[in-house]
C-alpha cells in the first residue's frame, strides 16, 4: 500500500473518536478494585478495634501516606501517558508521601514511647504486609497497565514502575485498615519494601506491555 | 518554520473536531518531513534508505491511533516528533541497531532534495493478507480504489456504522501485527 492511500485510509476514519486515558484508566481501576476487596476482605479484614484506633494519629497517619503515594501515582501515570513529557515537574508529587511520613516519625520521636525504637520498627505483622500489600496490588497493577496501553508512553519503563507504586498506594490503603503497628518506622520500612517490589514488578510489566 | 508548526496545530485542532479534510491535509504536510527524518535516520545507522517508508507508515499509523493523547491546548509538532521519535528507534531496533535518534532530526529545516510524492512500503501491504477477510475488503476498498464509506457500504451491502467499525479494526490490528513483528 502506497502513503497516499494509507493516508486517505486514516483521514476516512477520523470519525472514530478514542476515549480519553483517564477514563479508560478510570474504567480499568474500578474494575480491579472489587477484585482486591475481596482478596482484603477474605484474607484478612478490617482490625477489631478500629473505631478506637481512629482516634490515634500515628493510625490515621498511614492512610494519609497511602493515599497520597496513589493519587501521585495516578497524576505521574496520566501525564506519562502523553508522548512528549518527562516526569519533570511531577516527580514532586511523590516528596509528599515521603514528606508526610517523614514527619510522621519525626512527631513519634518527640513524644514518650512505651516500646523501645527497633521494636515498633520490627512490629509484629511485616511478613503479613510484604505479602498482602504486593498481592492485594497485583490486580490493580495489571488494570493500570491495560489502561495505560490506550496512551502513548515514550517511556514505558518509568511509566510502568510509576502505575507499580499507585497500584501499592491503594493496596496498602486497603491493608492499613487491618495492620496493628501503627508506628512511621513500621510504615516506613515495610510498607516502603513492599511498594519498591510491586514498583519493580509495574517496571518490569511497562518495558514489556507499555510499547506503542 | 514556527509558521508551519502553528499551521499543523491549527490543522490538528480542526481534524480532532471531525473535519476530516484538515485531517487528510495535515498527513499530506507531515509526511515529507516523517520521510526525511527516517531516511537521515537509516543513513546515520547504516542502513538502506529505501526502508525509510516503511517507518513512515509506521509512524502515521501510531500517528492516528494515538491523537487523542495530544492535548489540544499544546503545540502539535513536539508531540508528532515525539511519536515519531519513538517508532524510529523501534524500527532501527528491530534492525539489529542500537542507535541514538536526535530530536533535530525532525525539527531541522531539510535541504531540498527531490522527493517522491509517495512510496509504497513492503511491511503494511504484507501484513494486508493476515487481515480477516471483510476487514481487508474494506480496506481495499477506501485506501486503493478510493471508495468513500458511503459506497463501501453500499459494495458490500453493510450499514455506514459498520464500515466505519471494520475499517477501524482494520487499522489498529495492522498497527498491532506490525508491532509484533
Redesign the interface.
Known amino acids: 500500500?502506497?502513503?497516499?492511500?494509507?493516508?486517505?485510509?486514516?483521514?476516512?476514519?477520523?470519525?472514530?473518536?478514542?476515549?480519553?486515558?483517564g477514563f479508560v484508566l478510570a474504567l480499568m481501576l474500578l474494575a480491579a478494585a472489587p477484585v482486591s476487596l475481596l482478596m482484603f476482605f477474605s484474607m484478612l479484614g478490617v482490625r477489631p478495634d478500629v473505631m478506637s484506633a481512629m482516634h490515634n494519629p500515628f493510625f490515621d497517619l498511614k492512610f494519609a501516606v497511602t493515599l497520597a503515594l496513589a493519587a501521585a501515582g495516578i497524576a505521574a501515570s496520566l501525564h506519562l501517558?502523553?508522548?512528549?513529557v518527562s516526569l519533570a515537574g511531577f516527580g514532586w508529587l511523590f516528596v509528599i508521601p515521603a514528606g508526610l511520613l517523614a514527619a510522621g516519625i519525626a512527631g513519634e520521636a518527640m513524644m514518650p514511647q512505651r516500646l523501645p525504637m527497633m521494636t515498633r520498627l520490627v512490629g509484629s505483622n511485616s511478613r503479613i504486609c510484604m505479602t498482602a500489600i504486593p498481592l492485594m496490588s497485583l490486580p490493580l497493577l495489571a488494570a493500570s497497565i491495560i489502561g495505560l496501553r490506550h496512551?502513548?508512553p515514550?517511556r514505558p519503563t518509568l511509566a510502568g514502575a510509576v502505575a507499580g507504586l499507585m497500584s501499592a498506594g491503594l493496596a496498602a490503603t486497603f491493608y492499613a485498615s487491618h495492620c496493628t503497628d501503627d508506628s512511621p518506622l513500621f510504615v516506613m520500612t515495610w510498607y516502603t519494601l513492599a511498594t519498591a517490589l510491586v514498583t519493580a514488578i509495574g517496571a518490569l510489566a511497562g518495558a514489556r506491555f507499555l510499547?506503542? | 518554520m514556527r509558521e508551519r508548526e502553528d499551521e499543523w496545530t491549527g490543522l490538528m485542532r480542526s481534524a480532532m473536531a471531525g473535519d476530516g479534510a484538515a485531517y487528510h491535509r495535515l498527513l499530506k504536510a507531515i509526511t515529507p518531513v516523517l520521510r526525511a527524518a527516517s531516511r537521515r535516520g537509516l543513513a546515520r545507522a547504516g542502513q538502506p534508505p529505501d526502508q525509510a517508508e516503511d517507518i513512515v507508515q509506521d509512524i502515521l499509523l501510531a500517528v492516528h491511533l494515538k491523537r487523542h493523547t495530544w492535548d489540544a491546548n499544546a503545540p502539535f509538532a513536539p508531540w508528532l516528533f515525539a511519536i515519531a521519535r519513538n517508532k524510529l528507534i523501534d524500527a532501527l531496533r528491530r534492525r539489529g541497531r542500537r542507535v541514538f535518534v536526535n530530536i533535530d532530526d525532525f525539527a531541522e529545516t531539510l535541504p531540498e532534495e527531490p522527493k517522491p510524492e509517495t512510496a509504497s512500503a513492503a511491511e503494511v501491504t504484507a501484513q494486508l493478507n493476515t487481515l480477516p477477510a471483510r476487514q481487508r475488503e474494506v480496506l481495499q476498498s477506501i485506501a486503493v480504489e478510493s471508495a468513500s464509506i458511503k459506497d463501501t457500504a453500499r459494495k458490500f451491502s453493510m450499514s455506514e456504522g459498520a464500515v466505519r467499525v471494520a475499517l477501524h479494526r482494520a487499522l489498529a490490528s495492522l498497527t498491532a501485527k506490525l508491532r509484533e513483528q
Not at chain 1, 1 to 21: E, G
Not at chain 1, 81 to 84: F, I, L, N, V
Request: glycine content about 4%; hydrophobic content about 30%; charged content about 30%.
Open positions: 500500500m502506497d502513503t497516499d492511500q494509507l493516508i486517505r485510509t486514516l483521514a476516512a476514519d477520523n470519525s472514530y473518536r478514542p476515549r480519553p486515558v501517558s502523553r508522548p512528549e496512551g502513548a515514550t510499547r506503542f
